[in-house]
């Protein structure tokens, strides 16, 4: 019996201490945020030893990098999972991204705050998840792109645009969750009326002369 409990330790260790340890460290971070979080503290927690952490992460930042790259690649696959659901074309993907945004963000505050808080002058963020090459952010630089050449939003640098768009999503987002807007005292229904329109006053910003005309819009109420 101590043979067998001995290797189920051994392989909690080994096999499953880092997936255990992010999760940790994701639930300290919605308890307490960043600031006062350590690798001591996520093993207290972990239940393992002080040293334990180490065996994968070299220090508090790396943990972090480690927290912020599953909280991207879920993001990512939450905005096609939803595109995968809707029948829309360029322009209400274009919605999507922005509407996958914000509920990421409602969703999964720990990672979110995370993935883009403040940032220290040498950030410990590794390269692959600097902005140009976060794969969601790419997603809505090439639906920008296309939905550009097919004349349904404006011309210009799409890298401007990418930034502006986001830019009004994370403002929305943030606001969001840090109950500046008090979700509370607001019903469900009310708060995904301002998302909406948070959504459309971004593309309204961005459409093209023609496309006024036609009174195109997105069928953001459609996006599931």
Known sequence: MKTENKKQNQHYHHGDLKRVLIKTAVELISEQGTGDLSLRKIAQRAGVSHAAPYRHFKDKNAILDAVAKQ????????????????????????????????????????????????REEHSYFAEELKPKSIPVFKLLRDTIKTCQEKSLLKKGNV???????????????????????????????????????????????????????????INIKDIK
């Not at 309204?204 to 195109?216: I, S, V, Y």
């Open 71 to 118: 909280g991207f690649e879920m993001m990512l696959n939450q905005t096609l999972e939803m595109i995968a659901r809707n029948s829309g074309d360029d322009l209400d993907r274009f919605g999507i991204c922005g509407l996958s945004y914000i509920d990421f963000a409602v969703r999964h505050p720990a990672h979110y705050r995370v993935m883009f808080g403040t």
């Open 159 to 217: 890298q401007e645009m990418a930034l502006a768009a986001w830019s009004i999503v994370h403002g929305f987002a943030m606001l969001r969750i840090d109950h500046h807007i008090p979700d509370k005292k607001i019903r469900e229904t009310r708060l995904n009326e301002f998302k909406w329109s948070v959504l459309k006053t971004l593309y309204q910003g961005l459409r093209t002369e023609d496309d006024m005309t036609e009174n195109r819009s």
